[in-house]
C-alpha cells in the first residue's frame, strides 16, 4: 500500500460514527409523551391462556350405567312400590319407588332411586303397616319374638369374650 491510500484510509476510519453517534435523531417529546399516555390504554392480544372447567354432567355417567345394563340383557320390573335391605349394622336401607331391573339367567339385580337409611325401631311400624294385611297376630307375634332373639343372642355373644391382656397365655 502506498502512503496515499494509508492516509485516505486513515481519514475514512476517523469520519465514521460508531454505535450511538451513527444514528443519532432528536426526539419529538411532545409525541413521545402523547405515545406514552395512549401505551396505557391499549391491551395487547395473547394474554395467558384460561383454562375451562368442565363440569361432567351426570348424563354421562348415567350413560355409561345404561351400556352396562345392556350389555348384561337386563330387564325392567315394573310396579316396584319399596325395596328394603338389612344392612350388617343392623340398619335398613328402603328405596320408595325404585327402577327395578333383573337379569334372571345370571341373577343380578340393578336397584336405582332415592334412599332412606333407617333402623329397626324407626322402620317397624312402617313394616307392621305392610304386614298386617297378610299376617295374622299368630305370625305377628311369632316375628316380634324373633326380633327379640335376635337381640338377646347378639348381647350374649358380646358377653362371652373375655379380657385377655396378652394373646400366648389363653389357652
Known amino acids: 500500500m502506498s502512503a496515499v491510500e494509508q492516509q485516505s484510509t486513515q481519514q475514512q476510519e476517523s469520519t465514521k460514527k460508531t454505535g450511538k453517534d451513527k444514528y443519532k435523531f432528536e426526539v419529538n417529546q411532545a409525541k413521545l409523551a402523547q405515545l406514552k399516555k395512549m401505551s396505557k ?38 310396579e316396584v312400590m319399596e325395596v328394603s335391605m338389612v344392612m350388617e349394622d343392623n340398619t335398613i ?33 312402617t313394616m307392621l303397616k305392610q304386614l298386617s294385611n297378610n299376617l295374622d297376630p299368630n305370625q305377628l307375634q311369632q316375628l316380634l319374638a324373633g326380633l327379640s332373639q335376635k337381640e338377646e343372642k347378639t348381647a350374649a355373644t358380646q358377653e362371652e369374650l373375655p379380657v385377655v391382656e396378652s394373646f400366648e397365655t389363653v389357652q
Open 41 to 78: 390504554d391499549v391491551v395487547i392480544a395473547g394474554g395467558m391462556r384460561r383454562k375451562h372447567k368442565v363440569v361432567k354432567a351426570s348424563s354421562q355417567n348415567e350413560s355409561k350405567i345404561r351400556n352396562i345394563v345392556n350389555k348384561w340383557r337386563m330387564t325392567t320390573i315394573p
Open 93 to 125: 336401607t328402603t328405596l320408595t319407588q325404585p327402577k327395578v331391573e333383573a337379569a334372571v339367567h345370571s341373577n343380578s339385580f340393578v336397584i336405582a332411586g332415592k334412599y332412606q337409611r333407617m333402623t329397626y325401631e324407626e322402620y317397624f311400624p
